[in-house]
């Protein structure tokens, strides 16, 4: 138990990659087996994950600066840089979410995937590899490496297995996302360059970087490039317009995954770098930053209104439910920042059973259009209480898991000093998402039973409940007691408030650090 405990994150992360490797050495023929190894692989992954949460508060795995099952080793060391896994309530919960939904997503492809199988469930391992390294990595240099071995698997599941447009929504995705990794680069490279300049050790060590004071010229250009490369991922109104065209082209797993778990990627680099980092600069541009998130809160749920495919009115629906999640987080308030976390979480189960949803649709009829159904209640009485449980979740619906995530991001907002109107004007999205989401389900599920190639189609089998069965747990279990899971983000939300929001906590001012020139905003 000692090792496992030792090396827990190196196990959770890198146990994918051992199923890939079986994998290849498998025989292209025998498609079952490399299934029930992803497969496998995949729920074993979920299982090695959950000591995290049971042990958690152990006093033995928790360092001094708070991380939890800290790994480090030297790597590089002639730039500094170290391979230093660890992981605090926020990426704890968010780690849980990979793995569940990476099992759930490998599930979901059983017999949705009938070409280049091997290849198929070797890039969903490494992808899998991929986002547990960036929830995990407390070295820069460590998590742009994760940052972008993601990307390729994810170009690849899109472009081969994906829909008619696939090629250009796959290569939409890749120059986006690289040229926000790019920027990214560039204001790491500056932080590290100064951090030299300062203590005279070259080092990659966030921990270390959070600690630091960046003088506030050096901020606002490093935030400005870390939050184009956030934005992109997230993804923020205007950056948006690739995420419709590769929801609609992946494949369902595919999709499942992008809305569960990359676009948690961004939201989480806002949390863990831009505004514990460059706090001063969070702050300069705070109001254009709330402004852009109410644009996308309100422009998704009107894009949502009006799309006749239902991927692709999910996918719109993504862009509503991230801008919420970012005007909690740029509200910065214990209760909102809290929220919108919560919120990643919730966007994760709600988003990724109705890509699900969509999915097992379009595996029985081959189309999406919501004028091709109608009446399905009638002859698919399980999927129709799973969407419609869904669907509630989705629109935050009291006693599931979206209405806690929405309510503690308004009432955070409501709190914080002049913010109250960007509050209210984003209650708009929330009427905007109950009329796109139920309108959807209305036509879907309801009315007379009339195209005759629906009315054979078979309700959920056991595979497939399967599927959403731990989804539906989870969506109950955060709507009713929610408690369980924000115990977990007290500790790292309150160290972030204090570093962003000087005015909130005017007691532990002194224990923040100052920039190196004046002129900070206050």
Same mark, same amino acid.
């Given at each position: 138990m000692g090792f496992f405990m030792d090396n827990i994150l190196n196990i959770v992360c890198y146990l994918p990659i051992v199923g890939l490797i079986v994998i290849m050495f498998t025989k292209r023929?025998?498609?079952?087996?490399?299934?029930?190894?992803?497969?496998?692989?995949?729920?074993?992954?979920?299982?090695?994950?959950?000591?995290?949460l049971t042990s958690f508060n152990d006093p033995r795995f928790i360092s001094p600066d708070g991380y939890r099952f800290v790994f480090d080793r030297a790597w590089i060391t002639q730039i500094g840089a170290n391979y230093k896994f660890g992981i605090d309530g926020i990426s704890m919960l968010l780690v849980l979410l990979t793995t569940l939904l990476g099992s759930i997503a490998i599930l979901s492809s059983?017999?949705?995937?009938?070409?280049?199988?091997?290849?198929?469930?070797?890039?969903?391992?490494?992808?899998?590899?991929?986002?547990?390294?960036?929830?995990?990595?407390?070295? =820069?240099?460590?998590?742009?490496?994760? %940052?972008?071995? &993601?990307?390729?698997?994810?170009?690849? @599941? #899109?472009?081969?297995?994906? $829909?008619?447009?696939?090629?250009?929504?796959?290569?939409?995705?890749?120059?986006?996302?690289?040229?926000?990794?790019?920027?990214?680069?560039?204001?790491?490279?500056?932080?590290?360059?100064?951090?030299?300049?300062?203590?005279?050790?070259?080092?990659?060590?966030?921990?270390?970087f959070q600690k630091l004071g960046f003088p506030t010229d050096l901020q606002w250009w490093v935030f400005l490039a870390f939050f184009i490369g956030f934005a992109i991922k997230v993804p923020m109104f205007p950056f948006h317009t690739w995420l419709p065209d590769a929801h609609v082209e992946a494949p369902?797993?595919?999709?499942?995954?992008?809305?569960g778990v990359l676009l948690k990627m961004g939201t989480y680099g806002?949390?863990? =770098?831009?505004?514990?980092?460059?706090? %001063?600069?969070? &702050?300069?541009f705070l109001?254009?930053? @709330? #402004?852009?998130?109410?644009? $996308?809160?309100?422009?998704?749920?009107?894009?949502?209104?009006?799309?006749?495919?239902?991927?692709?009115?999910?996918?719109?629906s993504s862009v509503s439910h991230l801008g919420f999640v970012m005007l909690g987080v740029f509200a910065a308030t214990p209760v909102a920042l809290q929220?919108?976390?919560?919120?990643?979480?919730?966007?994760?189960?709600?988003?990724?059973?109705?890509?699900?949803?969509?999915?097992?649709?379009?595996?029985?009829?081959?189309?999406?259009?919501?004028?091709e159904y109608?009446?399905?209640?009638?002859?698919?009485?399980?999927?129709?209480?799973?969407?419609?449980?869904?669907?509630?979740?989705?629109i935050g619906m009291p006693g599931l898991n979206g209405f806690i995530g929405e309510f503690f991001i308004l009432q955070g907002t409501f709190a914080a000093p002049g913010l109250w109107i960007y509050a209210a004007i984003a209650v708009v999205g929330i009427v905007l998402g109950a009329a796109y989401m139920l309108w959807l389900y209305q036509r879907v599920m309801f009315g007379k039973l009339e195209n005759p190639l629906n009315k054979a189609l078979p309700d959920l089998n056991m595979r497939?409940?399967?599927?959403?069965?731990?989804?539906?747990?989870?969506?109950f279990w955060i709507g009713i007691y929610p408690s369980f899971f924000t115990k977990y983000l007290d500790e790292p939300v309150n160290a972030i408030v204090e570093r962003v929001r000087i005015d909130y906590n005017k007691t532990k001012l002194a224990d923040m650090p100052q920039p190196a020139e004046t002129g900070a905003i206050r």
């Open positions: 023929e025998n498609e079952n087996t490399i299934r029930w190894i992803a497969n496998i692989t995949a729920f074993l992954g979920f299982l090695v994950s959950i000591p995290l059983w017999t949705a995937i009938k070409e280049r199988v091997k290849e198929y469930y070797a890039f969903m391992l490494l992808l899998q590899t991929g986002m547990l390294g960036v929830f995990m990595a407390m070295d =820069f240099l460590v998590f742009y490496v994760f %940052w972008e071995i &993601m990307l390729v698997p994810m170009y690849f @599941l #899109i472009g081969v297995w994906g $829909g008619p447009r696939k090629l250009y929504a796959a290569i939409k995705f890749f120059l986006y996302t690289l040229a926000g990794s790019v920027l990214m680069l560039v204001g790491i490279l500056a932080i590290y360059f100064y951090q030299y300049s300062v203590t005279g050790i070259y080092s990659f060590d966030i921990v270390g369902t797993a595919g999709s499942v995954i992008l809305a806002f949390v863990r =770098f831009s505004l514990p980092m460059f706090p %001063w600069a969070t &702050m300069h109001k254009p930053l @709330l #402004i852009l998130s109410l644009i $996308g809160i309100i422009y998704g749920g009107l894009v949502a209104l009006m799309q006749k495919d239902m991927k692709s009115l999910v996918a719109y929220g919108g976390i919560l919120q990643m979480i919730n966007h994760g189960i709600s988003t990724g059973a109705l890509f699900l949803i969509v999915g097992i649709l379009y595996e029985r009829r081959h189309t999406r259009l919501i004028s109608g009446g399905l209640s009638h002859i698919m009485p399980i999927y129709a209480t799973v969407f419609l449980i869904m669907t509630l979740s989705s497939e409940l399967a599927t959403f069965v731990p989804l539906i747990i989870l969506a």
